[in-house]
């Protein structure tokens, strides 16, 4: 498996403020990706944090509102720009390591928007 | 589009007990995963399975990949209070560029009572 951290773990935010998360891998990896869940659903995934390149989004997620950056192999960034209290959820980062087709889930970052 | 369907919803057992529950879809998968999330905790991976008719115990834990493909399910032996949790199960999507996107079913809440 891979050690995974997510900053910060949880934060209350205004409505309109945008909120940076950050994702920290021990080792190298090669697929990272951006869950997002709603109170009492199931994991969503946002997008798929490709390094080098633009982040793949799926459908219902666009780059305006949760830009992603991937400047590393072992590092990642979602914001949530232009928050609303729809937004508040917990967004979870996840990699690939085993490159199995398994993936490894941080925390989490629990968001509250007010 | 391919969905996972989890069941039961929710599970309140005796301690001891034996659980079971379940994932299918119309869909065929080429892995079948389970996780556990903890209260305020990210998904942590249970099991992985790769091959149809895969069985794969980790301690009380067992896991089957159905021989169809289309479905998977846990059991937990002998259950104890710190199974209490959310059970995950997920597949990658198949089809249309990477497989490393997983679905997730909606989940099955554990209860144990001491």
């Known amino acids: 498996s891979a050690v995974i951290s997510q900053k910060p773990s949880r934060d209350i935010c205004q409505r309109g403020t945008s909120l940076t998360i950050q994702c920290q891998v021990d080792?190298?990896?090669?697929?990272m990706f951006w869950y997002r869940q709603q109170p009492g659903q199931s994991l969503t995934l946002i997008a798929t944090?490709?390094?080098?390149?633009?982040?793949?989004?799926e459908s219902g997620f666009v780059i305006d509102k949760f830009p992603i950056s991937r400047p590393n192999l072992t590092f990642s960034t979602l914001t949530v720009s232009n928050m609303s209290p729809e937004d508040s959820s917990i967004y979870l980062c996840?990699?690939?390591?085993?490159?199995?087709?398994?993936?490894?889930f941080g925390p989490g970052t629990r968001l509250l928007v007010l | 589009g391919q969905q996972l369907n989890q069941s039961p919803q929710s599970m309140f057992i005796q301690e001891g007990e034996d659980v079971s529950m379940n994932c299918t879809s119309s869909?065929?998968?080429?892995?079948w995963l389970w996780y556990k999330q903890d209260p305020g905790e990210g998904p942590v991976l249970l099991i992985a399975?790769?091959?149809?008719?895969e069985l794969t115990s980790n301690g009380r834990l067992t896991a089957q990949f159905g021989i169809t493909r289309k479905d998977s399910f846990l059991n937990i032996s002998a259950s104890i209070p710190s199974d209490v949790g959310i059970y995950f199960c997920?597949?990658?999507?198949?089809?249309?560029?990477?497989?490393?996107?997983?679905?997730f079913g909606k989940g099955t809440l554990l209860t144990v009572n001491p």
């Open positions: 996840s990699v690939d390591r085993a490159s199995r087709e398994t993936q490894y």
């Open positions: 080792s190298q990896v090669t697929m």
């Open positions: 944090a490709n390094q080098g390149s633009e982040a793949t989004y």
């Open positions: 869909s065929i998968f080429n892995t």
């Open positions: 399975l790769y091959k149809a008719g």
């Open positions: 997920a597949g990658p999507l198949v089809g249309g560029g990477s497989n490393y996107k997983l679905t």
